[in-house]
């Protein structure tokens, strides 16, 4: 079992963490120290797990590098529901915030690095008076993005076709391209790895890709 391994955080981790954060909710100086003291690095080898099926999810995290995989099992069968990339945030949230079971396994589709808030430190931030009033802003915005997310991808399995999907992808994460096993890019479709191939090589001869 490949458990992830907690790395010393860097100033440079720690920039471009706060860049992002930055465009959800503006910490100060003195807010972010606070802050700094209650995040942690870790590295998740590739197939290693996040999150496991069945578990408690024990961290929110956002994702300095690599890329992991949402996953689902049914009758067996791993189902991804969304592949979370550089400088976006990943959780089974649901189960990191009841700390209940969780139904989401998160997978590293390569070596990775996430900084990450266990539980305990997130409600220190909830709870002190310098850092409540953000942090509960910030894992506000963070359950209307997952909420979005899961529209978006409601909305694109009912309305568009496999190839609207696959072309929809390409305009808005074409990074998806790049690293992901074309197993699981197609499972993330909907569709098999043979009927992808057919897309891609339509959309090329086309002159779309």
Known sequence: MKRPE???????????????????VVFSDQEWEILNGHVRLIKIKRKGHFARV????????????GSVRLFHIKDGVEITAYVTLPNEFVSSYKSFIRQELGQL???AL????VAVFDRQNWEKLLDHPV???KTE??????????????????????????????EAMLSCRPEMT?????RYLANYLGITPTSLSRIRKRITRSGKL
């Open 6 to 24: 907690v790395l010393p955080i860097t100033d440079d981790h720690l920039l471009q963490f706060r860049k992002e954060i930055d465009n959800w």
């Open 54 to 65: 069945g578990s408690v999810c024990a961290h929110l995290g956002f994702l300095i590098s």
């Open 105 to 107: 396994g998160i997978q």
């Open 110 to 113: 390569e070596d990775s690095l």
């Open 131 to 133: 850092t409540a009033h």
């Open 137 to 166: 802003r910030l894992g506000r915005l963070i359950t209307e993005k997952l909420v979005f997310c899961y529209e978006d991808r409601l909305e694109a399995f009912i309305t568009k076709t496999p190839a609207e999907r696959y």
């Open 178 to 182: 790049q690293n992901i096993p074309q």
